[in-house]
Every structure is written in structure tokens, then in C-alpha cells.
């Protein structure tokens, strides 16, 4: 259809928008959940010295090479060495150190033996020991220092989404403080006269509000903060107030929803046609779409009011823009191909994106059986994916290979 953008090209309009802030600091204690703006270096070497792999005895491994159990190997154990010791004690031929795992392997042995390996074990482990069975090489059972990371390698790349993995290969290293983008801070406007607090009586042509929960939940989940979520209306100056105030608390962006389209009563259309431009966008949810930004950099989205629109705009145009704010190096979620498990319409000219579900086989189903309407509230509760199927495309069939977006 003449006159919509595709996708790709209003997210390059949104992301050319996108002004990062200065980056904080954060203990590793208080960075999760966030990005990181720096390459994460090394300050210790992992391991951070060599050390044995398993509870035995540091030995040389002349010593014990041509163990067997016909022709045990006869040690004098001398030294005791558990996790934690600072004791590097010599060992002559014919001696071995007790060792326990994480230990520092003794400078004068080279390879480890485990209780196993050995006739008494650990009830027998500190006078004469018998190994009956040979290492398998110089350096058994030694977890050499540096072999995961030398000091000053880089361990962690900018735009590293900080969880618990990460913050613990950061600890690792000897890193207690990083550098991380500040959490964008977010205002959600709901706009609609037709919207009442979920649970209140509806009187007729009222519809519980549950845009702005949905926002809000999406915005967290993308590691940024609500500073401020309302409903106004649809006839006063609501949104414009709203980007005053959020200007005023120096806001990354506010999202509208509702109020985008081609009615009487459009209060975002009709109250920031000076701040914002509003066009069409070959996507199905979502095709109304509203964008600025003020001078400040403040980003103004005004996604379409339908339920399905939202979240769906959210995923395609606002969740990049958020997670570009936090310097995030990977701003799309991964695409797989899936076969589609049963077939489905799609609308002509616009690429579509539905709520969908995956089966067992890693089939792909509509979440909803009422078909891709932007209304349908409760089938995005059951979807787990969207499904992406082509503009061209009017009819999906069963078995047909489609683009999967997996919703984590
Ligand atoms: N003449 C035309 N009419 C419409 C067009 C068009 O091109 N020409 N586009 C349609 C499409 S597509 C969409 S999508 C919607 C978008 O409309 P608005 O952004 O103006 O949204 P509203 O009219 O305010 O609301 C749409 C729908 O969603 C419900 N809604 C709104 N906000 C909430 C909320 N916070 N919680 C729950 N539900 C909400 C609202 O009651 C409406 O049912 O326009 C079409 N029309
Ligand atoms: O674009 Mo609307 O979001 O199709 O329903």
C-alpha cells in the first residue's frame, strides 16, 4: 500500500533519535539489571594461581608415571596443603603434599593424584601412600593459572546486559565497581474517556484500562523506570501537559497510548501535532504511529490504543529505542524459523507480527482462535512469540516456515 513506511524504516527514524546519557557507577552488588559502558578487564588472573582440580596429593610426576597396582608407586606424604593455605612447602623425589581442591599446587610438584588413585585414600593420606594407577599426563588434575582469563584480557564486551552470569565472571576477575548506563526513566500516558481502573463497575462504553500495565511491565522488563504512569482523557490538553512534566523531571521518553488515529477525539494527534509526526507503518498491529522528540532528546512515542498494538509497537519500535538509550549491544531478540501447526489469514500489504504460541514439536500456533485483531486483550496472555509473516503473504499454511520472535 502506497504511503506507509515499512517498519525498518520508522525504527530508523526512532533509533536516529536515540541520545545515550553519561554512564554511573555501580558496586556489582547494585549492577544487575544493567548495561555495561566499558570493556570489563581483568584486574586478577583466573584461575588466579595453579591449583588442584581434586581432593589427593601434589606430586612429581617422574615419580609416580609408571604406577600400576601390580607396581605401586611409594610416597612420603610431607606437607598438608588445604584451600586457602599460604604454604608453598618443598617436596624432594619420593615426596608428595597432601592437597585439597582449590589448593595451591606446591611449586616443586607438578601434578595432581587423586585420594582415588591411591591404596589408603584419605584414611590413609598422611604417612607412606601406595598410588597404584599412573596420571594420565605431567600437569593431571592442575587447573593452571590464567587458562580462563589473564590479567587484562577482556571478559566482558560495552553493551553487556549484566545478570547473574555476568556479575559473577566480573567478581571473578577482581572487578567490585563498573560502569553502566543509567536506567532510562519512562512516563506512560494512557489516553481514552472510555478507560476505568480494572475491577470498577463499567458503566456502558467503559473498558478496564490495561495499557498502562502492560507498558509498564514491558519498560521494566527492558531494565528501564516508570517515574510516572496516568489516563487522561480524550478532549483536554492531558498529553501536552503529561511531556511538560516529563520534561521537567528530565525524562528519557513518555508513551502514549491510544488517541493516534483518524477519529474526532485524538487527544495525542491533536494536542503534540507541533512536537510529534504521525504516519502509517506497514505493520499488522500498529500501522497508526506517532514519534518525536523535544529538544531536550526526550522521546515521544504515540503507539495505536488496541491492546495488541501496543505491545506489539512496543516490541518492534520502543523496546530497540530503550535498549539503544543503555548503549545495549544486541537490541533485537534473536529470530528463529519455526513451521507453522496450523494455517492462518494475514492482512495484504502490511508485515504482520501474532501473538503466537509454540507446541512441544516447536510448532507454531496463533496464542488467540479469533484470528490477529489488534483487540484481542486476552490472547496475548496465553502468546508466548510473535510470529513475523511477510507483507506479500495473505494465507499461512500448515507446515509453512515462519520467522518466530520468542518472548522471554
Ligand atoms: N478511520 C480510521 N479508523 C481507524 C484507523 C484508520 O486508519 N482509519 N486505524 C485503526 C487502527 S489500525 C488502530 S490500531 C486504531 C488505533 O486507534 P487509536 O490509537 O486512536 O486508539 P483509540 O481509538 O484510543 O483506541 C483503540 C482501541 O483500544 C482501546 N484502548 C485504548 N486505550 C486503552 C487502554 N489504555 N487500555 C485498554 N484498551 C484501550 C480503545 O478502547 C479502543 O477500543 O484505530 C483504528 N481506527
Ligand atoms: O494497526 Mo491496528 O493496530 O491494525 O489494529
Redesign the pocket.
Same mark, same amino acid.
Given at each position: 500500500m502506497s504511503g506507509m513506511r515499512t517498519v525498518e524504516e520508522q525504527l530508523a527514524v526512532v533509533l536516529a533519535a536515540v541520545r545515550t546519557r553519561p554512564a554511573v557507577t555501580r558496586t556489582l552488588d547494585e549492577a544487575v539489571g544493567f548495561t555495561l559502558t566499558e570493556p570489563a578487564r581483568a584486574q586478577n588472573p583466573v584461575p588466579v594461581f595453579d591449583n588442584s582440580a581434586m581432593d589427593g596429593f601434589a606430586v612429581r610426576f617422574a615419580d609416580v608415571a609408571t604406577a600400576s597396582s601390580e607396581r605401586p608407586a611409594v610416597l612420603r606424604v610431607v606437607a598438608d596443603v588445604p584451600a586457602g593455605s599460604a604454604e608453598d612447602p618443598p617436596l624432594a623425589r619420593g615426596t608428595a603434599a597432601r592437597i585439597m581442591t582449590g589448593a595451591p599446587v606446591p611449586a616443586a610438584a607438578d601434578t595432581v593424584v587423586p585420594f582415588e588413585d591411591t591404596v589408603g585414600g584419605l584414611a590413609d593420606s598422611l604417612g607412606d601412600i601406595r598410588v597404584v594407577r599412573a596420571p594420565a599426563a605431567e600437569g593431571a588434575h592442575v587447573r593452571r593459572a590464567g587458562a580462563d582469563a589473564a590479567v587484562g584480557a577482556v571478559v566482558l564486551e560495552p553493551g553487556t546486559l549484566l545478570g547473574a552470569r555476568q556479575l559473577a565472571a566480573l567478581a571473578s576477575v577482581g572487578i567490585a565497581r563498573v560502569a553502566v548506563a543509567p536506567r532510562p526513566r519512562v512516563a506512560i500516558v494512557?489516553?481514552?474517556a472510555? =478507560?476505568v481502573p480494572p475491577g470498577e463497575p463499567l458503566a456502558r462504553g467503559q473498558?478496564?484500562?490495561?495499557?498502562?500495565l502492560l507498558l509498564a511491565g514491558l519498560v521494566a522488563e527492558v531494565g528501564a523506570e516508570v517515574v510516572f504512569r496516568e489516563?487522561v482523557g480524550?478532549d483536554g490538553a492531558g498529553p501536552a501537559e503529561a511531556v511538560a512534566r516529563a520534561t521537567a523531571l528530565g525524562l528519557d521518553a513518555v508513551i502514549f497510548?491510544?488517541?493516534?488515529?483518524?477519529?474526532a477525539y485524538?487527544p495525542v494527534?491533536q494536542g503534540l501535532s507541533d512536537a510529534m509526526e504521525f504516519v502509517?507503518v506497514a505493520m499488522q498491529?500498529?500501522?497508526?504511529q506517532g514519534f518525536g522528540a523535544t529538544d531536550a532528546g526526550m522521546l515521544l512515542f504515540g =503507539?495505536?490504543?488496541?491492546?495488541v498494538?501496543v505491545a506489539v509497537s512496543f516490541e518492534v519500535l520502543v523496546r530497540p529505542a530503550l535498549l539503544r538509550l543503555q548503549g545495549r549491544r544486541d537490541i533485537h531478540r534473536p529470530r528463529r524459523r519455526l513451521a507453522a501447526g496450523t494455517g492462518w489469514r494475514t492482512p495484504p500489504g502490511r508485515r504482520q507480527y501474532l501473538p503466537a504460541v509454540i507446541d512441544a514439536e516447536g510448532r507454531v500456533h496463533p496464542a488467540t482462535r479469533g484470528g490477529s485483531g489488534?483487540?484481542l486483550?486476552v490472547g496475548l496472555g496465553a502468546a508466548t512469540a510473535y510470529a513475523i509473516v511477510a507483507a506479500e503473504t495473505e494465507q499461512v499454511e500448515i507446515g509453512d516456515l515462519i520467522d518466530v520472535l520468542e518472548l522471554s
Amino acid at each position: 500500500m502506497s504511503g506507509m513506511r515499512t517498519v525498518e524504516e520508522q525504527l530508523a527514524v526512532v533509533l536516529a533519535a536515540v541520545r545515550t546519557r553519561p554512564a554511573v557507577t555501580r558496586t556489582l552488588d547494585e549492577a544487575v539489571g544493567f548495561t555495561l559502558t566499558e570493556p570489563a578487564r581483568a584486574q586478577n588472573p583466573v584461575p588466579v594461581f595453579d591449583n588442584s582440580a581434586m581432593d589427593g596429593f601434589a606430586v612429581r610426576f617422574a615419580d609416580v608415571a609408571t604406577a600400576s597396582s601390580e607396581r605401586p608407586a611409594v610416597l612420603r606424604v610431607v606437607a598438608d596443603v588445604p584451600a586457602g593455605s599460604a604454604e608453598d612447602p618443598p617436596l624432594a623425589r619420593g615426596t608428595a603434599a597432601r592437597i585439597m581442591t582449590g589448593a595451591p599446587v606446591p611449586a616443586a610438584a607438578d601434578t595432581v593424584v587423586p585420594f582415588e588413585d591411591t591404596v589408603g585414600g584419605l584414611a590413609d593420606s598422611l604417612g607412606d601412600i601406595r598410588v597404584v594407577r599412573a596420571p594420565a599426563a605431567e600437569g593431571a588434575h592442575v587447573r593452571r593459572a590464567g587458562a580462563d582469563a589473564a590479567v587484562g584480557a577482556v571478559v566482558l564486551e560495552p553493551g553487556t546486559l549484566l545478570g547473574a552470569r555476568q556479575l559473577a565472571a566480573l567478581a571473578s576477575v577482581g572487578i567490585a565497581r563498573v560502569a553502566v548506563a543509567p536506567r532510562p526513566r519512562v512516563a506512560i500516558v494512557s489516553t481514552g474517556a472510555e =478507560l476505568v481502573p480494572p475491577g470498577e463497575p463499567l458503566a456502558r462504553g467503559q473498558i478496564p484500562e490495561s495499557n498502562g500495565l502492560l507498558l509498564a511491565g514491558l519498560v521494566a522488563e527492558v531494565g528501564a523506570e516508570v517515574v510516572f504512569r496516568e489516563v487522561v482523557g480524550d478532549d483536554g490538553a492531558g498529553p501536552a501537559e503529561a511531556v511538560a512534566r516529563a520534561t521537567a523531571l528530565g525524562l528519557d521518553a513518555v508513551i502514549f497510548s491510544g488517541g493516534v488515529s483518524a477519529g474526532a477525539y485524538e487527544p495525542v494527534r491533536q494536542g503534540l501535532s507541533d512536537a510529534m509526526e504521525f504516519v502509517k507503518v506497514a505493520m499488522q498491529p500498529g500501522k497508526p504511529q506517532g514519534f518525536g522528540a523535544t529538544d531536550a532528546g526526550m522521546l515521544l512515542f504515540g =503507539l495505536p490504543g488496541n491492546p495488541v498494538s501496543v505491545a506489539v509497537s512496543f516490541e518492534v519500535l520502543v523496546r530497540p529505542a530503550l535498549l539503544r538509550l543503555q548503549g545495549r549491544r544486541d537490541i533485537h531478540r534473536p529470530r528463529r524459523r519455526l513451521a507453522a501447526g496450523t494455517g492462518w489469514r494475514t492482512p495484504p500489504g502490511r508485515r504482520q507480527y501474532l501473538p503466537a504460541v509454540i507446541d512441544a514439536e516447536g510448532r507454531v500456533h496463533p496464542a488467540t482462535r479469533g484470528g490477529s485483531g489488534s483487540h484481542l486483550a486476552v490472547g496475548l496472555g496465553a502468546a508466548t512469540a510473535y510470529a513475523i509473516v511477510a507483507a506479500e503473504t495473505e494465507q499461512v499454511e500448515i507446515g509453512d516456515l515462519i520467522d518466530v520472535l520468542e518472548l522471554s
